[in-house]
């Protein structure tokens, strides 16, 4: 099979389109024949040999994918040949033309929903998912604000939010950004660009400010998102690039919390009923996971130039076949 392999960490173009041999699965695990592969931020991280936890070279980068089952160990009850499948991760990387799985990795595809749909729903629409029902805790009637609603987080977030029954608040950088995430169910939109936007939200607010706030960018955002929240509000850190220094007194007078999140830090149960819960908001309609580009599985190295790049509306997706 083709498989994209990184050899050394470095810079995009260490990513090579290799022919390697087919993976094979033991008696608990599933190979896919991908259709389609999703990119996410994190992938680049780890390319690059940043990332905290990293593979033993060489290795094949990326967990989501969506395909047709081809083959399951003899363990497997839940799915066979021919079924319509994502996965939310992958033993042998998913930026190839057959991805090996684990069965708890594996999800069924709804019939409604398109192989790039789903390879584009795994890690996106469960941070989405934890960010909000999970590390949010979010309650029907209560409101949030979606920093950088615009990207494949935010899209996936305002849309299980409507879901949930909250009030969205969503910020873009683009006038393309701010018009999706109007059409997608935010409420309220704002520029982020905007030297003035934190105050119209608070304005928007009544000035008692937001319960929720979902922040991608915590090393920029995190010291305003704090003066943002409403009393006993969270802020659910979903990214960050880097060191900010905040004053922890901001946190006291309406005992407000800041709040991590790591999709991979999920237990099996929570991960279980993240996608149980995804897979049901699919097959409704609910979710409709948004793809900005679809490139070859050749061009992996362009797509992680661009899934770094700001004012992306969507998911950047592989096509595989």
């Known amino acids: 099979m083709k498989a994209i392999r990184v050899n050394q960490f ?21 190979l896919i024949d991908v259709k389609a592969v999703g990119i996410n931020p994190v992938e680049t991280y780890i390319r690059a040999g940043t990332y905290p936890m990293l593979p ?29 499948v994502y996965c939310s ?41 934890r960010a909000l029902a999970i590390r949010g805790r979010a309650l029907a009637g209560e409101s949030v604000f979606i920093h950088g609603a615009s990207g494949s987080v935010g899209l996936n977030a305002i849309q299980i939010a409507k879901s949930l029954g909250l009030t969205i608040y969503g ?6 950004g701010l018009q999706l ?3 997608m169910g935010a409420d309220f939109t704002f520029n982020h660009k905007s030297p003035t936007y934190l105050e119209e939200i608070k304005e928007q607010t009544g000035n008692k400010g937001v319960d929720l706030i979902l922040e991608n960018l915590a090393n920029v955002n995190l010291a305003a998102d704090l003066e943002l929240l409403a009393p006993k509000g969270r802020v659910i850190i979903i990214g960050s690039r880097g060191k900010i220094e905040i004053d922890p007194r901001a946190t006291m007078g309406k005992e407000t919390e800041i709040r991590g999140l790591a999709v991979f830090a999920s237990s099996p149960e929570e991960a279980a009923d993240t996608h149980k819960n ?44």
């Open 181 to 183: 995430i109007k059409e």
């Open 10 to 30: 470095g810079a995009p173009e260490v990513m090579m389109l290799e022919e390697i041999e087919d993976p094979a699965p033991d008696n608990s695990q599933i």
């Open 89 to 129: 991760a992958s033993v042998s990387g998913a930026y190839a033309e057959i991805v090996l799985c684990n069965e708890q990795q594996v999800h069924a595809l709804p019939e409604n929903v398109s192989f790039e749909a789903g390879a584009a729903i795994g890690v996106p629409g469960a941070t989405a998912w």
């Open 56 to 84: 033993q070279l060489p290795f094949t980068p990326g967990g989501n994918a969506a395909g047709i089952v081809a083959k399951v160990g003899s363990a497997i009850t839940r799915f066979k040949p021919g079924d319509r």
């Open 278 to 321: 995804l897979i049901q908001l699919m097959a409704q309609g609910v979710v409709k996971p948004i793809i900005s580009q679809t490139l070859s599985l050749a061009d992996a190295p362009e797509a992680h130039e661009l899934v770094m790049q700001d004012g992306n509306c969507g998911k950047i997706i592989l096509k595989v076949s």
């Open 171 to 176: 910020s873009a950088g683009t006038e393309e």
